[in-house]
């Protein structure tokens, strides 16, 4: 079945550092969507990717699916303490199914 | 409405009770979703809902867990005979319509906690 993973598990950042995030998938994806839970919330939506290649910026977050729509990744410069928390992608197969990712938890260090 | 809720919002109960877990999605979603996330961990997928379509049950750990839809609009999900490995925090989201393609917007969780 489908598998969606992601490296690192644990980001520790210094405040005004830049970071990257990826999401791999064994299986070519539809679409995928980036989720971010504060410590103690829920997930909220970020942003979804749909098309091969496709690239979009949310202020100092750069959002990437792969040209394969097999991997993405979260870049996020001059990390700030409002970053802290984890980052899920969440992937859709070509069957419609959803997997999310066991996330990667940042911490940022001021 | 305002967005996704559930209750209770926490819930400590002993082991081998049964527990009932409510979800009022948005207003108009067609989709309604059950994850489990235990502490510090992903989320994991137990079940779907797609209008009145026959659930997606995939995920669910064993049948002691069970859920339904009524009405198109609330869920209930049920843990009969409780045990400690149950203990998590139980999410709900519901989106427009469409599996996978709809931004799901989460609920703020059921704190489940088993003596």
């Given amino acids: 079945g489908q598998q969606v993973m992601q490296i690192p598990q644990y980001q520790h950042v210094q405040e005004g550092e830049d970071f990257t995030t990826y999401c791999n998938s064994s299986t070519t994806l539809s679409n995928i969507q980036w989720y971010k839970q504060r410590p103690g919330g829920h997930p909220v939506f970020l942003i979804q990717l749909v098309k091969s290649g496709e690239v979009k910026k949310q202020k100092r977050l750069t959002f990437q699916f792969g040209e394969a729509k097999k991997n993405s990744s979260l870049h996020i410069t001059a990390t700030q303490t409002t970053d ?5 992608c969440a ?13 990667t938890q940042v911490v940022v260090t001021p | 409405g305002a967005g996704v809720s559930q209750s209770p919002s926490n819930k400590v109960t002993e082991k081998g009770k049964d527990v009932e877990l409510r979800c009022d999605p948005i207003s108009g979603h067609t989709a309604l979703y059950w994850y ?30 069970s859920a339904e839809r009524t009405g198109g ?15 998590a925090v139980y999410l709900c989201a519901s989106s427009l319509g469409g599996r996978g393609l709809e931004t799901q917007y989460f609920g703020p969780g059921t704190r489940l906690l088993v003596l």
Avoid: H, M
Wanted: proline fraction near 3%; charge should be negative; hydrophobic fraction near 30%.
């Fill in chain 1, 84 to 88: 802290v928390g984890t980052y899920f």
């Fill in chain 2, 36 to 65: 489990r996330q235990s502490l510090g961990q992903g989320l994991e997928f137990l079940i779907y809902f797609q209008g009145n379509s026959a659930p997606d049950k995939s995920g669910l750990p064993s049948d002691r867990f």
């Fill in chain 2, 73 to 87: 609009s609330v869920s209930t999900l049920t843990i009969q005979r409780t045990q400690q490995e149950d203990s």
């Fill in chain 1, 91 to 103: 992937g859709t197969d070509s069957w419609g199914k959803l997997q999310f990712g066991a996330g």
